[in-house]
């Protein structure tokens, strides 16, 4: 009875020391993906927010934040987030029209991704509104 007694006792220490401690991010956005759909260049200022959480038990330090391009400008939090906190992490897009496909490289001291990095992206198409000439000619339509 003792012998199984302290089987159950080492196997109880054992599991608590490979139970990961650390920080934790997750974020709010569903695939890390934030979808700037169809928009005009000259009404939008190419401004989102990506927010998460650290679930974890230790404070979540964001220690670089780099984009693919130089037409994505990202801002990383500067302060460590709290275990239970909120954070933000900004990308500026400098809305060139076209397809947007851009992805954003965090890297953290995070336990529950590899490495501690993990990818943000963001896609949309930015257009150009047609300029409108209230001095020209409308086309008449044909006749039937």
């Not at 199984?4 to 997750?26: P, R, V, Y």
């Not at 500067?78 to 965090?106: F, L, S």
Request: glycine letters at 8%; hydrophobic letters at 40%; proline letters at 6%.
């Amino acid at each position: 009875m003792k012998k199984i007694i302290l089987l159950l006792a080492f196997f109880a220490f054992t599991s608590i020391g490979f139970a990961q401690s650390g920080a934790k991010i997750e974020f709010l956005n569903k695939d890390n993906t934030i979808d700037y759909g169809i928009v005009s260049k000259d009404s939008d200022n190419g401004l989102r927010t990506f927010e998460f959480k650290n679930t974890g038990d230790a404070p979540l330090i964001i220690s670089n934040v780099q984009s693919t391009c130089g037409c994505t400008v990202p801002t990383k939090p500067k302060e460590p987030i709290m275990p239970g906190m909120m954070g933000k992490i900004e990308v500026k897009y400098n809305m060139n029209p076209g397809p947007i496909r851009k992805t954003i490289t965090v890297e953290s001291n995070a336990i529950n991704v590899e490495g501690g990095k993990v990818a943000l992206k963001i896609r949309g198409e930015v257009i150009v509104k047609p300029e409108v000439n209230i001095l020209e000619k409308k086309k008449a339509l044909p006749s039937q």
